[in-house]
Structure formats: C-alpha cells, structure tokens
C-alpha cells in the first residue's frame, strides 16, 4: 500500500490529473469512479489505484484487475481531481480513431466542433452524442483536451463508446465529408433554415462553435446549410452543448 504522497507513482498521478502534455506524452488519460471503471474497456486498464477504505468495503475480486495499487485514504484524496473523492481511479490507454472509424456507416451522423473551450461542454456533448445515436465526434485542434479528467467525468462513460478525432484543418474535413455523401449544417444566428425544417436521414454533420464567439465566418461559409434554433426573450445564443443537444435529437428523430 502506498502511504507517502511523495511516492513516484503518486507524484505521477496527479502530473496526469494537470497536464495535457504528460497525458499526452505517456499515451493515457484517468478515469475516476467505480461508474467509470465498471464500463471501462478491459484491454485499455493499465492499472487501477484504489483508496484503502473502498478496498476494504468491496474486496479485491470487485476490481477485476491484476494490476491494482492501493492507496492510502489521505493519499488517494491528494490525488483525486473531485471534492469527494469516489476512491477508485484508472490509469487508461488512450484511443486512436480515423475518419475512416467514423464514416463506416452508408449515412454517418457526426458532430464537428470549432474551438470549444469547456470541458464540461465537451463531455456532455459527448454523452448527447452517444444517447442521440450519433457516430463520432470531430475537434478542431485548438478545442479543450477530451482526456481532460473534467470532460471524462462529464461523458459518464461515452468517452469508451464514441469514436473521437483531432483535426488539424476542418474545411478539409468538411471537403472529405462531402465527397462520402456527408452534408454539414452549422448551427449559425444567421440560418434561414430553421433546424428542424432540414433533412438529416441521409449523411450529416453538425458544426457547433466556440461558446463565446460561434463558429469562424471561414468555417461557417463551408457548411451546406446555416441552420436556426428559434429563441424568444432578449437570447442571443444558446449554450453549446445545448445547442448540439437540440439538432442531434432532431436529427435521432427523424432517423427513428
């Protein structure tokens, strides 16, 4: 058991907890909470550190993995990211996808996301996508870290499910998704199209902006369709993971 906060592993941690870079360079993201390692894919557990008291409370065969730590209480708490620590955290293998994982089927529903800052935003669009059955989600490169321990709790557990990409350049990736039959509707104040007046049952993606300024005049002329989401009062936007959540339930709608 470790006892000291000093431990290398420890100090590992909570580098991991920080710092893109370090969760970058190792190739691993944490995952905390016995939701998350219940749904966890087997392969991608590296190791598990445990707080001594849950151990103590659900016994070794709970945990189902070889390669378990255990942690002091006072230790797990120095490197857990939650007020309330839930006393489990995997150490996990990062996921690779391709366009290609994205588009396999003959009408993909994508979402495509512009600069997004929040994590909390991301994760549970993330967790929209997976209920509203969408098949992947693509980020501009300068978006917030999906591996990030607030966005990973937020997708409570679609992060293992939802096929996820990077992109460097998005107009290409809207050029690519063209010529694969793909139609790209950006959620825009100015759309003359209202968002449920349009046809998503074929291949669409939707293109969601950055929370304070939208999406770039530059990628918004790219989109097919501006699309609209009616408001009332004195509004002028939606939150943006709302906004994602309206048009990929209209588009599940339609699908269904």
């Known amino acids: 058991m470790i006892t000291s906060t000093a431990n290398p592993q420890v100090k590992n941690l909570q580098q991991l907890m920080k710092k893109s870079s370090a969760r970058k360079e190792q190739g691993v993201f944490l995952a905390e909470g016995v939701k998350m390692l219940l749904e966890a894919p087997p392969e991608r557990i590296r ?18 993995c070889a390669n378990m730590e255990i942690l002091d209480d006072r230790v797990y708490k120095a490197v857990s990211d939650t007020k309330t620590p839930q006393g489990v955290l995997c150490l996990m293998e990062r996921f690779h996808y391709t366009l290609a994982d994205l588009t396999q089927k003959s009408h993909p529903f994508l979402i495509v996301l512009e600069n997004l800052q929040d994590p909390g935003n991301l994760g549970t669009i993330i967790r929209t996508a997976e209920g509203a059955g969408a098949d992947g989600v693509i980020l501009s490169n300068d978006s917030v870290d999906i591996y990030n321990p607030k966005t990973i709790r937020a997708t409570m557990g679609s992060v293992y499910r939802v096929p996820f990409l990077y992109a460097d350049d998005l107009k290409e990736v809207l050029s690519d998704l063209k010529e694969r039959g793909v139609r790209s509707y950006a959620a825009h104040l100015g759309g003359t199209c209202g968002y449920d007046e349009a046809d998503y049952r074929r291949g669409c993606a939707f293109l969601i902006g950055n929370e304070g300024n939208g999406l770039t005049v530059d990628l918004s002329t790219c989109a097919d369709v501006l699309v609209r989401i009616p408001m009332h009062g004195k509004l002028e936007s939606l939150n943006a993971s709302v906004a994602a959540a309206i048009l990929m339930y209209e588009a599940c709608r339609q699908r269904s």
């Open 47 to 64: 190791k598990i550190y445990v707080s001594e008291s849950l151990y103590e409370e659900k016994g070794q065969a709970f945990f189902h």
